[in-house]
């Protein structure tokens, strides 16, 4: 197996404010050239670790390595490296675009006017309009812009899409995509939409209640996990080595969304394969990271 | 600086047109006001009206009552001119740091490429500019306009401070004071009510308190001459303090005392001066007292030929305290959450 440099490393990271944890014990290596995702509800650490990869807060706890470095605010050679796309895409409102794209030429070595030009006239956005004319789905074409056209080779996304309209979503995860695959670069980006994931990602990070529940390649964890369909409790009897992530009441009986490190395939049971949208809400519905890593005799205890 | 620039451009620009409107005002009271001075000043009135023959006394009279109607607006200026600098770089400041960390704008250039204390050295170097750049001709027009209306010798308390080149260290300051408490309050709102009350406070003690103890005082003997006319009987006192300087304290020191006593001494003085006057009914008169105490009445004052020491002084401590701020917020800066 090939060992593959990361663009994110984080290890027992954590953030604490004042009494509350935004984030803890995040342990996780997210590889070079991925479209990576992190899922997770409000409140879960998405935009706490990306601000930190961004260099914007300092850990409280473990330590942190962004493209090999550690992202505090002397690391200036950094900063030219990784893009950063704030979830409220600040903008200065009484600019106009073309102010804002030479604002961006100004402040980064390694700016693309050509990109940024480019991007905006397929948009349809004019440059000599004022940012606070612009609608918020504009404003937030314009500030991913200025993040595109520093040409990073880390992009930090926190929820890009989320102001889009579906035709504006679309084109931007095409472009996230081409990104990629022209210029190397990495992608984290937090997000909501499990559509979007399972369409453009390629790593998953699943964080609920602070804490990191699921970190791997999408095509892994598809690989990984499995649906069991019980119809009567007397075929529990699970082989050793399957986790199970979820259980879940129907008409018909239970079904469990499971775990398998090894190959698995039992006669007895249906056995489906889940998309990763099923396996992303089996996590995120657990919520409490202390619910994974229970094995069948849990859930037989807890049935007889 | 572009975009520093650009960020402030609208403030400059407001407080430009506001100087501009403020020195046309001075300039046109300062040129009318300083007509009428040199019309009173020279014959037939020569700075007085009585004793001089009706007509003359008439158009002398018209003289002082324009000077004293167009005098009723010079506080008007004072307030403006104090007032000026120290808000232009209160704003200015509040809108640096305070105003870019609520808009959230402060994450945007953050992430840049540029350190952040590159960021806030570009803040300090183009306000810093724009500053000098519209209070350095407002504070040449202010010293002018001072010795134009006459209205106080341009060493005392109420126009020291916009004579001279003290506004614009004031406003330096005032910049660097809002963006150390931008850093942390982190609400335009708030820091600017907080550097206003601050400043005011430092101002106020540096004037009041600060100040009158860095020159170097002299003393004037004061003359009471008591005179009657009809029924009634008062005291004036001749001698006093030069026309250019500043008065500071009026008490007593001993006949033959040379150096210049200190404030506390005259204060003490006075108390005594005050309780022998008052040891008899009716009471005794002051000259009686100070004889028998072997007082003279006296007036402590700073020269007129100090004010530039003072300027220096008052404007390199405002310019040294904003170069400490400036070091403690480019310090902290690398330690702000976002």
């Known amino acids: 197996m090939i060992e593959e440099t990361s663009v994110l490393e984080a290890v027992d990271l954590g953030k604490r404010y004042r009494r509350t944890w935004g984030l803890q014990d995040c342990t996780l290596t997210i590889p070079k050239g991925r479209v990576a995702a992190l899922v997770g509800p409000n409140g879960s650490g998405k935009s706490t670790l990306l601000r930190m990869a961004a260099g914007l807060l300092e850990p409280s706890a473990g330590t942190l390595r962004v493209l090999g470095q550690s992202p505090s605010p002397g690391t200036d050679h950094l900063r030219e490296r990784v893009g950063y796309l704030d979830q409220d895409r600040p903008l200065y409102k009484g600019f106009r675009v073309a102010e804002m794209l030479r604002f961006g030429e100004l402040n980064n070595p390694t700016w693309n006017m050509d990109v940024a030009k480019d991007h905006l006239a397929r948009l349809n956005i004019p440059l000599r309009s004022r940012v606070s004319n612009l609608s918020g789905g504009q404003q937030a074409q314009v500030a991913l812009t200025l993040c595109l056209s520093k040409q990073p080779e880390l992009l930090l996304l926190d929820e890009p899409a989320s102001a889009l309209d579906p035709v504006a979503r679309e084109d931007l995860l095409r472009l996230l995509m081409r990104q990629v695959a022209d210029s190397e670069s990495s992608v984290v980006l937090s997000t909501h939409a499990l559509s979007d994931v399972a369409a453009i990602c390629d790593y998953v990070v699943v964080l609920a209640h602070t804490r990191v529940v699921l970190s791997d390649d999408t095509e892994y964890i598809v690989e990984t996990h499995r649906i069991i369909s019980i119809v009567d409790d007397r075929d529990l009897a699970l082989p050793p080595g399957i986790t199970v992530i979820h259980e879940q009441h129907n008409a018909r009986g239970r079904s469990l969304l499971v775990r398998v490190e090894l190959p698995f395939n039992d006669d007895r049971w249906r056995v489906d394969r889940p998309t990763l949208e099923e396996i992303v809400l089996a996590y995120l519905r657990e919520g409490s990271p202390n619910r994974y890593g229970h094995n069948i005799d849990d859930i037989e205890n807890g049935v007889r | ?129 724009s500053l000098v750049v519209i209070l350095a001709p407002l504070c040449w027009l202010f010293s002018w306009w001072v010795g134009a209306s006459h209205d106080a010798a341009r060493i005392t308390q109420k126009i020291f401070a916009i004579s001279g080149f003290v506004e614009v260290a004031c406003g330096i300051f005032c910049f660097a004071l809002a963006v150390v408490i931008g850093l942390f309050l982190r609400r335009p709102g708030w820091s600017l009510a907080v550097g206003i009350v601050l400043f005011a406070a430092i101002f106020l003690g540096c004037t009041t308190e600060v100040l009158p103890n860095l020159g170097s005082p002299s003393v004037a003997v004061l003359q009471n001459t008591q005179q009657g006319k009809g029924s009634s009987v008062g005291f004036y006192s001749s001698g006093g303090v030069p026309a250019d300087s500043w008065p500071l304290w009026t008490g007593y020191e001993p006949k033959r005392e040379k150096s210049v006593p200190s404030h506390s001494l005259m204060n003490r003085l006075t108390t005594n001066m005050n309780r022998c006057q008052a040891s008899e009914t009716p009471s005794l008169t002051e000259s009686y007292c100070a004889k028998q105490l072997g007082l003279t009445h006296i007036q402590l004052y700073i020269p007129g030929n100090q004010f530039w020491t003072l300027q220096f002084f008052e404007g390199g401590f405002y310019l040294i305290a904003a170069a400490l701020l400036a070091a403690l917020s480019l310090f902290a800066v690398r330690k702000v959450k976002q």
């Not at chain 2, 501009?20 to 005002?25: N, Q």
């Not at chain 2, 040129?31 to 009206?49: A, D, I, M």
């Open chain 2, 1 to 129: 600086m572009w975009v520093v620039w650009r960020q402030q451009r609208s403030i400059v620009i407001a407080f430009a047109l506001l100087a501009v409107v403020v020195s046309m005002w001075a300039l046109l009271m300062g040129l009318h006001e300083q007509t009428l001075w040199r019309e009173y000043l020279s014959p037939p009135c020569k700075g007085e009206f009585g004793g001089l023959i009706a007509s003359n006394a008439t158009f002398c009279e018209h003289l002082q009552s324009s000077l004293f109607n167009s005098g009723k607006l010079n506080n008007v200026v004072i307030s403006i001119g104090l007032a000026f600098a120290p808000l232009f770089g209160l704003i200015l400041g509040v809108n640096a740091v305070a105003h870019e960390i609520e808009q959230k704008t402060i994450r945007l250039a953050w992430t840049q490429s540029g350190s952040r204390v590159r960021w806030l050295t570009n803040k300090y170097l183009a306000s810093v500019v």
